[in-house]
């Protein structure tokens, strides 16, 4: 749930309609669930916070594993279901499609450092089937900074903005100086 109070501002000053902002279950940042913590419920967090939820289990957070707390391999499988979920499905809300027309479409993920590198690894340097998975963050983001990614024509994924503060300066003026 951090990471949804901290975009709470966003979405409110964005004005987006509740249908167009997903939170996904497996999005949740590594070891936060486990057969001892089962996470949020996909209720508890729709009544919270501005999101439609998909990927939640019937007891929480998209936690498949059978360990008291997330493992790094359990980590890794869910990781990929999420990778599989923005590949396959993340485009695909009609409410959402209806909005765009000819534009392409814009997805903003608001993610946990760990996840958010994991998904940049897979998509855009291609890592896929990280075997060698050390724990070390090569993607790093701050806390409410941003990372661009957009789909080139030919389909692949590039970065365009890395850890960027720039939205910021909008936000708190009187800091940024």
């Known amino acids: 749930s951090r990471c949804l109070a901290t975009m709470r501002p966003a979405l409110e000053r964005l004005?987006?309609?509740?249908?167009?902002?997903?939170?996904?279950?497996?999005?949740?940042?590594?070891?936060?669930?486990?057969?001892?913590?089962?996470?949020?419920?996909?209720?508890?967090?729709?009544?919270?916070?501005?999101?439609?939820c998909v990927?939640?289990?019937?007891?929480?957070?998209?936690?498949?594993?059978?360990?008291?707390?997330?493992?790094?391999?359990?980590?890794?499988?869910?990781?990929?279901?999420?990778?599989?979920?923005?590949?396959?499905?993340?485009?695909?809300?009609?409410?959402?499609?209806?909005?765009?027309?000819?534009?392409?479409?814009?997805?903003?993920?608001?993610?946990?450092?760990?996840?958010?590198?994991?998904?940049i690894r897979i998509l855009v340097d291609s890592e896929a089937p990280l075997h060698n998975y050390d724990g070390k963050v090569r993607h790093p983001i701050k806390n409410s900074f941003t990372t661009e990614v957009v789909r080139n024509e030919d389909g692949t994924l590039a970065l365009v903005r890395e850890n960027s503060s720039e939205h910021m300066r909008f936000a708190v003026p009187t800091l940024m100086v």
């Open 15 to 52: 004005s987006l309609p509740q249908e167009h902002c997903i939170c996904h279950g497996a999005a949740y940042d590594l070891a936060c669930a486990g057969m001892g913590m089962v996470g949020s419920l996909q209720s508890d967090v729709e009544n919270e916070f501005p999101v439609s």
């Open 55 to 119: 990927g939640f289990g019937a007891s929480g957070w998209d936690y498949r594993g059978s360990s008291p707390k997330e493992t790094e391999i359990e980590f890794l499988a869910r990781v990929r279901r999420l990778v599989s979920w923005l590949e396959q499905e993340a485009f695909r809300f009609p409410a959402s499609r209806r909005s765009w027309g000819d534009k392409r479409p814009v997805l903003v993920l608001c993610m946990h450092e760990a996840v958010l590198d994991l998904i």
